[in-house]
């Protein structure tokens, strides 16, 4: 008989494939009665799947004694009640690394796309304005300008390396220095990096530690030259300061990939042209999305052969 797992959402189709021929999967956001149907597989449910945006919480985990790992298809954990895996001797195993690459090409797109008006550019020109009004106006030079980066992960160093190639000079603001990025310049306080850098960079989890700690006073250092590009939570931005700040120009611009309410964005961001947005989209490669779904069916496979998870976060 095949293990019985709990799929919260979609995935890769791909990966839903092989877990549902591996496994007895019931889709949880399908479920019209999903109480009913964690009451059904309460006793024989040994894990959860999920991705990054809807994690697990407690109330569901509450509902399925029998669990014995989560497994999520995304790096971020910030959406599974971690707390309450840990004092349930649930393991919790995440996909980092995989992503990383593509992830800082997102940011590195942001930067660029929203320095250079690329969007903007791309309406004038199918509107057929240049043969109306000629060239569009200028933009902003991203080369050879200071970047920061909040949260020096594996991410944070995919994106340093590209940073790198624009001869850009690279400070971090991190918990700690890291012994591996000495050519980087560490500032301890994250108001202290914005009034440094003309680009802030967004790659830290989403913690306690972090969550709305780029808020009005860490915007207004960044200033009216500088801009924000957000790859990590939308939860580490105060939105609302964001938003005053795009809107008077209290900053350049802004390239944000994530949202405090997803999938909902304010729609006062779809007005402004100093930003580019996506809809959480930077680990949206098939060539990334395959990587992160291996992770997920890796560590489930580990857990059921009495092995240590591959990339356990508890
Ligand atoms: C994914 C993510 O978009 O890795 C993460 O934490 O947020 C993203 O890579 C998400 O988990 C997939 O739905």
């Not at 092989?18 to 007895?24: C, D, F």
């Not at 795009?246 to 997803?262: H, N, S, T, W």
């Amino acid at each position: 008989m095949s293990q019985t797992l709990l799929l919260i959402g979609p995935l890769l189709p791909s990966v839903m494939d092989t877990l549902e021929s591996t496994y007895t999967v019931h889709r949880y956001w399908e479920s019209t009665d999903k109480d009913a149907l964690l009451a059904s597989i309460a006793d024989s449910c040994i894990g959860v799947v999920t991705d990054g945006g809807n994690g697990v919480s407690a109330d569901i985990l509450k509902k399925l004694p029998a669990v014995k790992i989560v497994s999520v298809f995304g790096v971020g954990v910030d959406a599974v009640d971690l707390a309450w895996c840990r004092d349930h001797g649930i393991g919790v195993s995440n996909t980092p690394d995989v992503l990383s690459d593509d992830v800082a090409d997102m940011a590195m797109a942001l930067a660029l796309a929203v320095s250079r008006q690329l969007v903007v550019g791309d309406q004038y020109a199918r509107a057929g304005k240049w043969p109306a009004q000629g060239a569009m106006p200028l933009t902003r030079r991203v080369m050879g300008k200071r970047a920061g980066i909040y949260g020096m992960g594996s991410i944070g160093k995919a994106l340093a390396m590209r940073l790198e190639g624009f001869r850009m000079p690279i400070s971090y603001c991190n918990r700690s220095p890291r012994s591996d990025s000495d050519n980087y310049t560490f500032v301890a306080s994250l108001e202290e990096l914005a009034s440094q850098v003309d680009y802030l960079f967004v790659t830290a989890a989403a913690t306690a530690g972090t969550i709305g700690s780029i808020d009005a006073g860490v915007l207004d250092a960044l200033g009216p030259d500088g801009y924000l590009i957000n790859v990590s939570r939308g939860t580490l931005v105060d939105e609302v300061a964001l938003l005053s700040c795009l809107q008077e120009k209290r900053i350049a611009g802004a390239g944000l990939d994530v949202f405090a309410d997803e999938p909902n964005i304010p729609p006062a961001f779809f007005t402004l042209d100093n930003v580019v947005l996506q809809p959480h989209n930077a680990s949206g490669t098939w060539e990334t999305r395959e990587a992160m779904g291996k992770l997920v069916l890796d560590n489930l496979a580990a857990y059921l052969a009495g092995q240590p998870l591959l990339t356990a976060v508890v």
